[in-house]
């Protein structure tokens, strides 16, 4: 069984700053690629950032120089800065995986409430 852990949502006031974690545990032969990402009320899902198993990351434009994501083994940290209103959303983490017979699973965290309201 595969689960993923996401810690770090909360109240910031405008400019201010918080940081997300998300640690994946189970039955995993290997960690494609994992990230953050976003829905705000009335809005599709987002990619906010990931990084894949070569550390290559990758960032929505919206977020670019204020936020960093940061993989060590089976956790990923997103390190949010100058945070916006329009930031507040419900962030979920997800996890590509590959299983022993070479199949890829992709698995998402019960999603962790940013609000950036004064």
């Known amino acids: 069984q595969v689960q993923l852990v996401e810690s770090g949502g909360g109240l910031v006031q405008p400019g201010g700053s918080l940081r997300l974690s998300c640690a994946t545990s189970?039955?995993?032969?290997?960690?494609?690629?994992m990230g953050w990402y976003r829905q705000a009320p009335g809005q599709q899902r987002e990619l906010v950032a990931t990084v894949d198993s070569g550390s290559t990351t990758d960032y929505a434009d919206s977020v670019k120089g204020r936020f960093t994501l940061s993989r060590d083994k089976n956790t990923v940290s997103l390190q949010m800065n100058s945070l916006k209103p329009d930031d507040t959303a419900v962030y979920y983490c997800n996890a590509v995986l590959r299983d022993r017979f070479g199949i890829r699973r992709d698995y998402w965290g019960q999603g962790t409430q940013v609000t950036v309201s004064s």
């Open positions: 189970g039955s995993i032969f290997s960690i494609l690629g």
